[in-house]
Nanobody, 119 residues
Framework: QVQLVESGGGLVQAGGSLRLSCAASGETTSTYVMGWFRQAPGKDREFVGQIPWSAGITFYADSVKDRFTISRDNAQTTMYLQMNSLKPDDTAVYYC????????????WGQGTQVTVSS
């Protein structure tokens, strides 16, 4: 089983930047793809982006494209979400998630980290 722990959330002014981290432990060799999601108060959870855990193309939601960047370390134990040009609408709890096999969907989730962007 894979365990995920997010960190790096906080309060930032509009236009600022934050970097979130997602540390993966356990059976990380089984990870197929990892992603970031977010959920604002009163709203449904929203896909932010995803990155293949070995090789491939990184995808982003239109709402964050050109502002957010997902990356991972070479040891394949940590995923990052670099967030630039933050807007108040980016305020949400951010979750990292993992899909442990093709076709399973995201079946492992972290506990979430709060990001608040003030205007």
């Amino acid at each position: 089983q894979v365990q995920l722990v997010e960190s790096g959330g906080g309060l930032v002014q509009a236009g600022g930047s934050l970097r979130l981290s997602c540390a993966a432990s356990g059976e990380t060799t089984s990870t197929y793809v990892m992603g970031w999601f977010r959920q604002a108060p009163g709203k449904d959870r929203e896909f932010v982006g995803q990155i293949p855990w070995s090789a491939g193309i990184t995808f982003y939601a239109d709402s964050v494209k050109d502002r957010f960047t997902i990356s991972r370390d070479n040891a394949q134990t940590t995923m990052y979400l670099q967030m630039n040009s933050l807007k108040p609408d980016d305020t949400a709890v951010y979750y990292c998630a993992a899909a442990t096999a093709p076709g399973t969907g995201f079946n492992v989730w972290g506990q979430g980290t709060q990001v608040t962007v003030s205007s």
